[in-house]
């Protein structure tokens, strides 16, 4: 089956400091990638939309200065959390879309701020 | 405005037990159905979904859910849990007519399996 994996799978990070997580479609092509954020005992969120080539398309009430998302390949988008603060920790999670319209989760990276 | 409802934030099942865990959608399209499974600190688990047909899905691990487009539910059944199904449950709501969509989700139901 199709694989989606995130780098890292856990960060800690100082307060004020940039962030980069990794979305990778390791074996096939995404031109549709979701990012999605999930609080403790939350549901998930979704964040933003990620096409390939083009700018993201950010849900309402998340900043996209805050919030970079850079999707420059068909197996690849970053999400760039800048001038993190604690209340950024959160589970991330990315999705990817294949040809078949069908959406893969990767496993998730855990974000904490101190 | 689009949402899923499960009402059942915590559930606790004896091992052996048949479960169901209830899902509730409000969508104005033609909806595409998931249950998906999260142990702690992981990812999503895909259990199982419904896109149209036998409104009756069978998925992994045993679990089974049934459509009722009257009702606007989608709920997850389990005739007999395992003490390793004990995990959050979610269910999530996409739209049918524009794959590939993002997910609208559900806020969880912790389920607990007791001895």
């Known amino acids: 089956g199709a694989v989606v994996s995130q780098h890292p799978s856990w960060v800690i990070c100082k307060s004020g400091t940039s962030v980069k997580i990794e979305c990778r479609s390791l074996?096939?092509?995404?031109?549709?990638m979701f990012w999605y954020r999930q609080f403790p005992k939350q549901s998930l969120m979704l964040m933003a939309t990620?096409?390939?080539?083009?700018?993201?398309?950010?849900e309402q009430g998340v900043e996209k200065d805050k919030f970079l998302i850079n999707h420059a390949s068909l197996t690849l988008s970053t999400l760039t959390v800048t001038s993190a603060h604690p209340e950024d920790s959160s589970f991330y999670i990315c999705?990817?879309?294949?040809?078949?319209?069908?959406?893969?989760f990767g496993p998730g990276t855990r974000l904490t701020v101190l | 405005a689009q949402s899923v409802t499960q009402p059942d934030i915590h559930i606790t099942v004896s091992e052996g037990a048949s479960l169901e865990l209830r899902c509730n959608y409000s969508?104005?399209?033609?909806?595409?159905l998931f249950w998906y499974v999260q142990s702690p600190g992981q990812g999503l688990q895909l259990l199982l979904k419904?896109?149209?047909?036998?409104?009756l899905v069978q998925g992994i691990k045993g679990f089974e859910a049934e459509f009722k487009r009257s009702q606007s539910s989608f709920n997850l059944r389990k005739p007999s849990v395992h003490w390793s199904d004990a995990a959050e449950y979610f269910c999530?709501?996409?739209?049918?007519?524009?794959?590939?969509?993002?997910?609208?989700f559900g806020k969880g139901t912790t389920l607990s399996v007791s001895s």
């Open positions: 999705s990817a879309i294949n040809a078949d319209n069908e959406q893969f």
């Open positions: 074996d096939f092509q995404a031109t549709t």
């Open positions: 990620s096409n390939e080539g083009s700018k993201a398309t950010y």
């Open positions: 969508y104005g399209a033609t909806p595409y």
């Open positions: 419904y896109f149209s047909g036998d409104t």
């Open positions: 999530a709501v996409g739209s049918a007519n524009q794959a590939g969509t993002a997910l609208i």
